[in-house]
């Protein structure tokens, strides 16, 4: 199955996560939309985006949406594991200190090395996911990441990156061919939509860990029989 079929089928499954197990996400999504709306029409209200309001507020959105991003696989975890849900707060620290490893390691590659920093990215893309559900910190998650993705799951890995990213940028551009009262009613339903992408993408990268993981244990297997 090549990347982009593959892609649609992560997204009916994901699709199918979401409305199966709403009741369980629905507090995450709720405070998600209300996130996008702040980032995305903060800038109706602080005319200027590089002044320290508009950082301060966009680094707590950011962080805020990590938070409920980690509730969510928290709860997939519980669920896929039929455990009880585990603390958000005992692995924030865990999550934040893998994704601030990747983030070093991406931007470093990007400064010198525009290619092998892109690279960087998409190899490392299931490294915090993979540190929550395996519960795993400093360089195993980026390893076992690395692993999983290899070579010939980059484009799809490139595709659950870049189609959020760019969803979110062609709804903010857009957003300025309207006066000022539609777009305020675009951009709020640019938030609902934004916010809801970002649940089924990340709903989509823990089934992405599964059939990778699912796939290399074959693989081994294979090749010791």
Do not use: W
């Amino acid at each position: 199955m090549n990347a982009i079929n593959r892609y649609i089928q992560l997204t009916k499954e994901s699709l199918g996560d979401f409305s199966q197990f709403y009741g369980e996400l629905r507090l995450s999504f709720y405070f998600i939309i209300f996130l996008m709306m702040i980032s995305t029409m903060k800038d109706l209200v602080i005319l200027d985006t590089l002044s320290m309001q508009s950082i301060i507020l966009e680094i707590l959105c950011y962080f805020l949406l990590m938070v409920f991003t980690v509730n969510i696989i928290l709860v997939r975890k519980a669920i896929d594991l039929n455990q009880p849900k585990e603390s958000v707060i005992a692995n924030m620290l865990t999550f934040a200190l893998t994704g601030f490893c990747t983030l070093v390691i991406v931007g470093v590659g990007l400064i010198f090395f525009v290619i092998p920093g892109i690279l960087a990215l998409l190899y490392l893309y299931l490294a915090p996911l993979i540190s929550i559900y395996e519960d795993e910190e400093g360089l195993a998650p980026l390893k076992k990441s690395r692993f999983l993705i290899g070579k010939s799951e980059l484009f799809l890995t490139f595709l659950l990156f870049v189609i959020p990213l760019l969803s979110q940028f062609v709804l903010l551009k857009a957003a300025n061919y309207f006066d000022m009262t539609f777009k305020i009613i675009f951009l709020t339903g640019s938030s609902l939509f934004l916010a809801f992408i970002h649940v089924i993408v990340t709903l989509m990268s823990v089934r992405l860990y599964y059939f990778l993981r699912s796939i290399r244990i074959s693989s081994l297997v294979s090749e010791i029989n």
